[in-house]
């Protein structure tokens, strides 16, 4: 339970950092925080409790409210010119890596921090400005909130620089590959093993007899909504099953697209159906977009998606694609090598509660490999570095079950060589390296 807690948690700040108003409201609130302690400070120097250090900007009230107005009229440009950087970045990377791409960029945090440092800097301005005036002392101006103010400004103008170099090297695809990847990896590493069993104790019907009476004495519960299912949240459903003394089996994992009034689930036994199908609004996500929180499969697709875009006759870029496949060969031999998640998640006395249908090793391999093989016909560099791929992972598997899909894979990329390659030299090299998959293989298979 405590993984699923923390994958609670990850998909909370994913969900909050996947958007372009957290960041900036957070820092206009420190921002009006700011100026409320430098603002009281300033106004106990002018009643004389306090004395300011010499440092800080002194002038009239004429003089500050130049000073504060242009800084704001100049801060409020900047924050157009920003926005206008940051829309021609997302319209770039929606027409070179795809639509599902925007998601990448969205969540970008310098981005996000530098946007939200030049409206609170705004805001900081406005606040200062709207306090000078008359008093009884003669005219209050907030001599240190101005200094402030100016350092603040100068510290714009290093995030504005930094903002500078990190679009430019944030576009280039490598870096967005690599950023995937890294994500990839982030979801392998927390699904690896979930769920977890209490204390390792198993009871009650063993996961077969259960399937088999869900399948014939089990109920249907309908999606509430239609959309992506993005997260489930498997400790509410355990406790609700628990409460009924049901069994839960979800047929769909996240990342499905949701039909409502379709078949979510089915509960057995089927008396408890209305009760789950009333409650379940509370153990799951529905959204318009897929998210990376238990969806392992949709880092892969984001990958393969930049691949099959590369390799098309408008883009015409295979150096991008073997990057894609480089990084997916990676990700899988992790997959290989870790991650091996339980489809049952038991309560506290270890009955089974609720059975999920995880995406399988298999079918990742096979998402990896096979849209980028069928648009690499006559790629002889894509073939290769695809066999390179599976000879690595080949090295990491554990168990004799894993092999069997990565021959198969191997197998139609030699046939496509065989099939779409002209050149009997190129035909040649790709052969060499199917040999190298199988010779992994054998030397896998007497590793026993």
Not at 130 to 136: E, F, L, Q
Not at 198 to 216: I, K, M, N, Q, Y
């Amino acid at each position: 339970m405590i993984r699923g807690v923390h994958l609670e948690a990850q998909w909370r700040r994913e969900a909050l950092r996947t958007n372009l108003w957290v960041v900036p409201i957070l820092e206009v609130v420190l921002a009006g925080a700011l100026f409320a302690v430098t603002c009281t400070l300033d106004r106990a120097d002018y009643h004389g409790d306090i004395d300011l250090p010499a440092w800080v900007i002194s002038g009239t009230a004429d003089t500050a409210r130049q000073i504060l107005a242009a800084i704001a009229a100049a801060l409020i440009t900047v924050v157009g010119v920003v926005f206008s950087i940051m829309i021609v970045t997302l319209t770039l990377a929606s027409t070179q890596f795809g639509p599902r791409m925007l998601r990448t960029f969205i969540r970008d945090r310098p981005t996000q921090l530098t946007l939200g440092t030049f409206v609170g800097t705004f805001v900081y301005a406005i606040l200062s400005l709207v306090v000078i005036g008359p008093d009884k002392h003669g005219d209050f101006v907030p001599h240190l909130s101005i200094t402030v103010c100016m350092a603040l400004v100068l510290a714009d103008l290093a995030v504005l620089i930094y903002f500078i170099h990190h679009i430019a090297t944030s576009i280039q695809l490598p870096r967005v590959i690599a950023s995937i990847a890294a994500e990839l990896s982030e979801a392998i590493e927390a699904g690896a093993g979930e769920p977890e069993s209490p204390g390792g104790v198993a009871a009650g019907p063993s996961a077969a007899e259960l399937h088999a009476r869900l399948d014939t004495a089990g109920a249907a519960v309908p999606a509430p909504a239609s959309g992506y299912l993005q997260f489930v949240r498997h400790g509410t459903l355990v406790r609700m099953a628990t409460e009924l003394d049901a069994v839960i089996r979800l047929d769909h994992r996240p990342g499905h697209f949701l039909v409502q009034g379709h078949q979510l689930a089915t509960v057995w036994p089927a008396e408890a159906a209305p009760e789950v199908a009333r409650s379940f609004a509370r153990a799951h996500v529905t959204g318009s977009t897929r998210t990376l929180a238990q969806d392992i499969a949709f880092a892969v697709d984001q990958l393969v998606e930049i691949a099959i875009r590369a390799l098309s006759t408008a883009v015409n870029d295979t150096f991008t694609a073997l990057t894609c496949i480089d990084w997916l060969g990676e990700g899988l031999c992790r997959i290989a090598a870790s991650w091996h998640p339980d489809p049952v998640h038991r309560d506290a006395a270890g009955h089974i509660r609720v059975m999920t249908a995880p995406v399988s090793y298999e079918r990742l391999v096979q998402r990896a490999f096979e849209k980028i093989r069928q648009a690499a016909a006559g790629m002889p560099a894509v073939l290769i570095r695809q066999l390179d791929a599976l000879a690595e992972i080949m090295a990491e598997t554990r168990t004799e079950e894993q092999r069997p899909v990565l021959l198969a894979q191997a197998e139609m990329i030699e046939r496509l060589n065989r099939e779409s390659v002209p050149e009997a030299a190129d035909r040649a090299d790709v052969h060499r390296r199917y040999l190298a998959v199988l010779a992994a293989h054998a030397a896998m298979t007497g590793r026993g």
